[in-house]
């Protein structure tokens, strides 16, 4: 316990799924909580977002922990809402230590439009610079950066089941491969302010974004309309381990670790919790 003692960590997505799993470790190691969350949800998915609901109910676990939380609904494709979400953040708590880029959408599927490109890149990549780029005027020496990307970042050919996830899915793609270049060229930038930057890359993980019907379809499009007993079957298949998929917390352990002072010489990595998703690709 204490690994994060005294710090102040801004999470976006912070409503459910990974960002409240972040927001609850990091609460449990003495870290105080901005989180961040649009609390609506999006034209483009086939899925419900996270409600304002979600976003109390994540305030109330992080209270539990007898830690501080300042709660602000913004939207991270809108810069000046997220600056401003940040600067309350810091005014309610003091200082900034560490931001947590986590927001993102996944509109899969073969039949989404062109659009689902273009708002995918908005929320995943443009939304986690939004991020990062507002809180670098609080942060100083000892401070971190962390990045949620994805096996997908580090699959440099979108193939199976990505060529089934349409013009979304590649999206998808193409937004945590550029946060891959983004940490390494960034990094070596920050390291003399004592900055350091990193991004965590996990395979499927258990939450709202993997179990919904849209992703049921990419992952088994010999049924007609699969459950999620039906996809679960086939969800092992992108991974080297024999599991469907990697839980929330599993995620949350290695941001803890790119969080606190444990990690004070490092930046730049690409951090795999991933089940052995990329090696299981031939990459």
């Excluded at 990974?18 to 909580?33: F, K, M, N, P, T």
């Excluded at 409600?51 to 709660?71: C, F, M, N, Q, Y």
């Excluded at 940040?86 to 900034?96: H, K, M, P, S």
Aim: aromatic residues 6%; glycine residues 10%; contains cysteine.
């Amino acid at each position: 316990m204490g690994r994060v003692e005294g710090k102040v960590v801004a999470i976006t997505g912070a409503a459910r799924g990974q960002g409240r799993s972040h927001a609850v470790r990091l609460a449990e190691e003495g870290a105080d909580i901005i989180a961040i969350d649009v609390c609506a949800d999006h034209e483009i998915l086939e899925y419900p977002l996270a409600t304002a609901e979600d976003l109390e109910e994540t305030v109330r676990l992080v209270e539990k922990t007898g830690r501080r939380i300042v709660s602000v609904q913004a939207d991270v494709r809108d810069p000046r809402a997220l600056r401003d979400a940040i600067d309350r953040g810091v005014a309610e708590l003091g200082r900034l230590d560490v931001v947590v880029a986590n927001a993102g959408i996944s509109p899969v599927g073969p039949d989404r439009p062109v659009q689902a490109f273009a708002d995918v890149v908005d929320v995943n990549l443009s939304g986690a610079l939004n991020a990062v780029h507002a809180a670098l005027p609080h942060l100083g020496d000892g401070s971190s950066i962390v990045l949620i990307g994805s096996a997908a970042g580090l699959i440099t050919e979108p193939g199976a089941p990505q060529g089934g996830m349409g013009p979304g899915g590649y999206g998808y793609s193409f937004a945590k491969q550029t946060i891959v270049n983004y940490v390494n060229w960034f990094a070596p930038f920050l390291a003399p302010s004592g900055t350091r930057i990193n991004a965590v890359h996990p395979a499927n993980v258990d939450t709202d974004m993997l179990h919904n019907d849209a992703m049921y379809k990419v992952f088994r499009p010999d049924l007609e309309a699969p459950g999620r007993a039906d996809a679960e079957a086939a969800f092992p298949m992108v991974q080297a381990m024999p599991v469907p998929y990697v839980a929330p917390i599993d995620v949350s352990h290695a941001v803890t670790y790119l969080a606190s002072d444990e990690s004070r010489y490092v930046t730049g990595l690409q951090l795999k919790v991933d089940a052995g998703a990329v090696v299981q690709q031939g990459k």
